[in-house]
């Protein structure tokens, strides 16, 4: 069964303070891996897309970087805006259908305090 | 404007309630599905729609229905809402052609009684 596991799944972290968050699956047919950004009360907002082992995507003071078992977001001298929940989704390819279907993470809480 | 809107952002109903939750986007994409968020349990697909002629079941359309009334527009129903209902709920779209990375609405939170 695919499964996608966040850890931790809360971090505080001092302003400045940079630190990673991981994401490990176990799927078969992977077509991409999605990191979104969650506030309370809203929509997840899209942060990047990663293909292939050894890609790495950056904004900001977010970088991620994909292996063949996990994915980790890394914060850089993060702020206090920067807190939020962050969700990792993996797409599956869907068998007899086009849907890349996306299986989510519980997600890590993190809080970034002045 | 936003990209995807849903209506209501909020609602409290009571068991047996007829629900129904929409969704609208302006981003032209022909794909748009239906989550449902729970604490603890991340999201979870409930439907999806590939265009107006083609709905499918999620891992938990048990309970629901959806209509796909035009590209842009696709409402879920809870025939008869029950509080294990109760819930954030997601509409998001992609475009196959565009890489197919889903986006999202702000959600609906939705308290059944």
């Known amino acids: 069964e695919d499964q996608v596991t966040q850890s931790p799944e809360a971090l505080r972290l001092q302003e400045g303070e940079s630190s990673s968050l991981n994401c490990s699956y176990t799927v078969s047919g992977l077509r991409g891996l999605f990191w979104y950004r969650q506030d309370p009360g809203k929509g997840p907002e899209f942060l990047f897309t990663l293909y292939s082992a050894g890609e790495e995507k950056e904004k900001e003071r977010l970088k991620a970087t994909l292996t063949k078992k996990e994915s980790f977001l890394h914060i850089t001298a993060p702020k206090p805006e920067d807190s939020a929940t962050y969700l990792c989704a993996v797409q599956v390819a869907d068998r007899g259908s086009t849907l890349g279907r996306l299986y989510f993470g519980r997600g890590t809480q993190l809080t970034v305090w002045p | 404007d936003a990209d995807v809107t849903q209506t209501p952002r909020n609602r409290i109903t009571k068991t047996g309630k007829r629900i129904m939750l929409e969704c609208s986007q302006t981003?032209?994409?022909?794909?748009m599905y239906w989550y449902r968020q729970d604490p603890g349990l991340g999201l979870r697909l409930i439907y999806y729609?590939?265009?107006?002629?083609?709905?499918n079941k999620g891992e938990i359309s048990d309970g629901y229905s959806v209509s796909r009334q035009a590209q842009a527009k696709f409402s879920l129903s809870l025939e008869s809402a029950i509080p294990n209902q109760t819930a954030l709920y997601f509409c998001a779209t992609s475009d196959l052609w565009g890489g197919d990375t889903q986006y999202f609405g702000p959600g609906t939170r939705l308290t059944v009684l």
């Open positions: 729609s590939f265009d107006v002629k083609d709905i």
């Open positions: 981003k032209g994409h022909d794909r």
